[in-house]
């Protein structure tokens, strides 16, 4: 069974990067079958899909956050990591990690981490 | 970007008896359309993909249908662990992935 996790600080300050990273259990990262996504919500507000990796680390980006975020992998620690700069307030979210297919099309999520609170505030 | 809507927002329903959930996209997704279900304090749980297609080791009782701009999640005889918040998410337009804004099934 695949678990996901996340970790990292749950305050930031306004202006500062935003890091968090999610290690994968009961899989390999490196088996190279899955894409690995990051996702948010925001309270009251619908799910974002921010970016994803492959082993390669090959990476997409949604174009909305794209000019603010890197995704990268460590294969060797089975984790992936997101960081976001200049961050606001609208940053504030739940952030997920999340699992997705390979394939052209299969950008649906199969696996999920339970989330981490980040609120950005001074 | 196609936006997702829900109805209902929130669905009261006995145990026992069956429960209908909507999507509307506001452009065609075609079949690309994916239910979550998500229960506080955890991650989403993929129930359906590609709109009609269940997830490995979802019950039989969670069925998709629907195509273009118009889907349906139903639930025949909700369980107790049934009652949850539900998803649905388009991935037609890639990579501008978007998400419905939830129908809460509860307990009438």
């Known amino acids: 069974q695949v678990q996901l996790q996340e970790s990292g600080p749950g305050l930031v300050k306004p202006s500062q990067t935003l890091s968090l990273t999610c290690s994968v259990s009961?899989?390999?990262?490196?088996?190279?079958?899955?894409?690995w996504s990051w996702l948010r919500q925001p309270a009251g507000k619908r799910l974002e899909w921010i970016g994803r990796?492959?082993?390669?680390?090959?990476?997409n980006y949604n174009p909305s956050l794209k000019s603010r975020v890197t995704i990268s992998v460590d294969t060797s620690k089975n984790q992936f990591s997101l960081r976001v700069n200049s961050v606001t307030a609208a940053d504030t979210a739940v952030y997920y990690c999340a699992r997705g297919g390979v394939w052209p099309g299969e950008y649906y999520f199969d696996y999920w981490g339970q989330g981490t609170l980040v609120t950005v505030s001074s | 970007e196609i936006v997702m809507t829900q109805s209902p927002a929130t669905l009261s329903v006995s145990p026992g008896e069956g429960a209908t959930l909507s999507c509307r996209a506001s452009q065609s997704v075609s079949n690309n359309l994916a239910w979550y279900q998500q229960k506080p304090g955890q991650g989403p749980r993929l129930l359906i993909y590609?709109?009609?297609t269940r997830a490995t080791g979802i019950p039989a009782r969670f069925s998709g249908s629907g195509s273009g701009t118009q889907f349906t999640l139903t639930i025949s005889s909700l369980q107790s662990e049934d009652f949850a918040l539900y998803y649905c998410q388009q991935y037609n337009n890639w990579p501008r992935l978007t998400f419905g804004g939830g129908t809460k099934v509860e307990i009438k």
């Open positions: 590609d709109a009609s």
């Open positions: 990796i492959y082993s390669s680390g090959s990476t």
């Open positions: 009961g899989g390999s990262i490196s088996s190279g079958s899955y894409y």
